[in-house]
Each structure stands twice: as C-alpha cells, then as structure tokens.
C-alpha cells in the first residue's frame, strides 16, 4: 500500500485510491542513497477516502485526513499512515458511509450539525509546534496527534470559550518560536487572533469576540 505514494500520480487516479484505516510502519524500498546523516521524521497530511464506505465525495477537498509518517535514520527510511481520528471520522465510522456535508458535497438527508468540529476533516496542513504534533483544516480545531504512532488525541482547547472554533490551517511561525493563527467566523462575520508562544501555550489573550458562536 505504501508504494502508492511513491509514484506520480494524476489527482484524479490518486482520489480513487481507498484506503485502510492506517498503514502499520514499514521500510521501505530506496533506489540511490540515503544520507547517512539524516535522522527525523517529516510528517504529511491530504485527503483520502476510506476503504468499505459505499459512497464518494465529489471533491478532492473533502476526504477525510490521511497522515503520513517518513521516518528516516542510518541510511533508511520507514512509512506509516493512518487517519485523523476526528469527531467526523468517528460518526461515520459508526454508519460506515460518508454522512456529513463537507467542502463540496452535501449528502441527501445528511447528519445535522452542532458545532465545527461535527465535519473537521483535519486535512489541509499539518505542523508540529511545541510538543504538539497537529493536523489542520481551515474551518474548525486543530486536532493533536501521537507524534510516534499518529493516534489522535482530540481537539485542541486553547481556551475553554474556544471549544470548537476555527483555526486556520495556514499558521505564520515568528522569528522567536512563537505562532500566529487566525480564525475565521464567516456565519458570524468575525475573526479570532492566536498568539501561541514557543512552548506551545497562548502568550499573550487570545483576540476573540464573545459572541463568536452563533452570533
């Protein structure tokens, strides 16, 4: 399975790939040479669609997010993937189909929506900051994953009054270590700043209107 990612593929041939819940952690196959000297993992994260669900998307935006882990060291390298086990994830799990609206698609009868997270499909951006590892969607949490086994450990609150709101998948890193994000509330007509210092904890207030939910 880890070979698909290894050959270019058009993005319509890449969309009618299904697959598995997650990929254990495999060598893989190098032609040429690694350096020796590079040891770490890069992480990265897209849209995919899940093996055993009878229905598509009709969009590329709108898979639910597959991370991917290349872990490199002593001339080696090894991959795994696996989904992001967001709030989305885990309802359709249940059903066994896709339910929810997304980017570009809405499903006869869909699943009612409370709250952001209720169609994060984690699958824009992913970064590590502080001591989190974070997959990013632009309209709803950042979701913390396991840096080693890429379980998901939930949404990030940086703030109680914040549960649930959008952080953008696009974050500006500053020169000291910190991060800047934005929210964007387009049914409420606001937006959240987010000041994180570079020990991963909001430096400073979060800039956000009261009434940012369901305003």
């Known amino acids: 399975m880890s070979a698909a990612f290894a050959d270019p593929l058009t993005l319509s041939e890449l969309f009618d790939i299904r697959l598995p819940n997650r990929i254990d952690e495999q060598p893989l196959k190098i032609y040429g040479k690694i350096p020796p000297s590079l040891h770490g993992t890069y992480y990265k994260v897209g849209p995919a669609l899940r ?6 998307y009709r969009h590329l935006f709108d898979g ?18 696996r989904f992001v086990a967001t709030s989305k994830y885990q309802s359709e799990t249940k059903l066994q189909r896709y339910s929810l609206a997304t980017f570009a698609t809405v499903f006869e009868n869909a699943t009612p929506i409370k709250t952001p997270d209720d169609i994060n499909a984690a699958n824009t951006n992913i970064i590590v900051h502080g001591d ?11 979701w913390q994953l396991d840096p080693q086994t890429l379980s998901s450990m939930g949404p990030v609150d940086w703030k109680k009054s914040l549960t649930h709101a959008p952080f953008s998948a696009h974050p500006r890193p500053d020169r000291d270590g910190s991060l800047w994000n ?8 606001k937006l959240i700043l987010y000041p994180i210092g570079h020990d991963g904890l909001s430096k400073r207030p979060v800039k956000c209107p009261r009434d940012w939910y369901g305003a």
């Open 51 to 56: 093996a055993g669900f009878p229905n598509a």
């Open 64 to 81: 639910d997010g597959f991370v991917q882990l290349f872990r490199f060291g002593s001339g080696s390298v090894s991959h795994a993937g």
């Open 132 to 142: 989190r590892t974070m997959a990013l969607w632009e309209g709803a949490s950042a």
């Open 182 to 189: 934005f929210g964007h509330v387009p049914w409420a007509g």
